[in-house]
């Protein structure tokens, strides 16, 4: 099956990035997460880069560090890591590449 390199992430999570693209890529996906909202990042066998399309959030790593991403910034978190997001005042559009890594 032939697929086009043209994807809307906002309507789909169907990218068929594998087919498309050689490369280590896993998925891309859009995620939103309302105000406060938490979402978990792990990286057993994969990386992540998390791309902070609209709104803000707070990631807390396992040391207890906290930082806080805004607009137009983007966390990585290779294998092995991990980190615990919470959704600023406004919620947070979030793109989030995943790479196989293991």
Known sequence: MEFSP?????????????EI????????????????????F?????????FVIDGSFTAVIPDGSK????QDMAMTLPLGGSAKTTAGPYGAKLCVVTMNAG
Request: aromatic residues 8%.
């Open 6 to 18: 043209k994807v809307n992430l906002f309507e789909t999570d169907e990218t068929h990035i594998t």
């Open 21 to 40: 693209m050689a490369g280590p890529w896993k998925s891309i996906r859009v995620i939103n997460l309302e105000p406060a909202a938490e979402h978990h």
């Open 67 to 70: 930082f806080e991403f805004l």
């Open 42 to 50: 792990t990286t057993d066998k994969e990386e992540h880069g998390v």
